[in-house]
Nanobody
Framework: QVQLVESGGGLVRPGESLRLSCAAS????????MAWFRQGPGKEREFVAG????????WEPDSVKGRFTISRDNAKNTVFLQMNSLKPEDTGVYYC?????????????????WGQGTQVTVSS
């Protein structure tokens, strides 16, 4: 079992920044990929950013590219999401997920463990 604890959400104005953290813990597990997804009101969960744990390869969709940056601290099994120039359409619950087996980075179904989610609201 893997437990994920997220932190860092909140209410900000458009153009401001937030940094999310997600720490993974458990017994005898290895991380293949970690990623952030979000789910806006009435929307499906969507991929925001992901990172391969061993190579550090990252990928973000065009909707957040250049504004959001994912990074990791291998020693602490923690992933971060730096979100800059936030827009109202970035509002939603942000979830981190872990893949412990080899799956495509953006494949939601491949993430077997999820955090509880943290609310991000961007509003003036």
């Amino acid at each position: 079992q893997v437990q994920l604890v997220e932190s860092g959400g909140g209410l900000v104005r458009p153009g401001e920044s937030l940094r999310l953290s997600c720490a993974a813990s458990g017994r005898a597990f290895s991380i293949y990929n970690m990623a952030w997804f979000r789910q806006g009101p009435g929307k499906e969960r969507e991929f925001v950013a992901g990172i391969n744990w061993s190579t550090g390869f990252t990928w973000e969709p065009d909707s957040v590219k250049g504004r959001f940056t994912i990074s990791r601290d291998n020693a602490k099994n923690t992933v971060f999401l730096q979100m800059n120039s936030l827009k109202p359409e970035d509002t939603g619950v942000y979830y981190c997920g872990v893949q412990t087996t080899q799956e495509a980075l953006t494949n939601l179904a491949g993430y077997g463990y999820w955090g509880q989610g943290t609310q991000v609201t961007v509003s003036s």
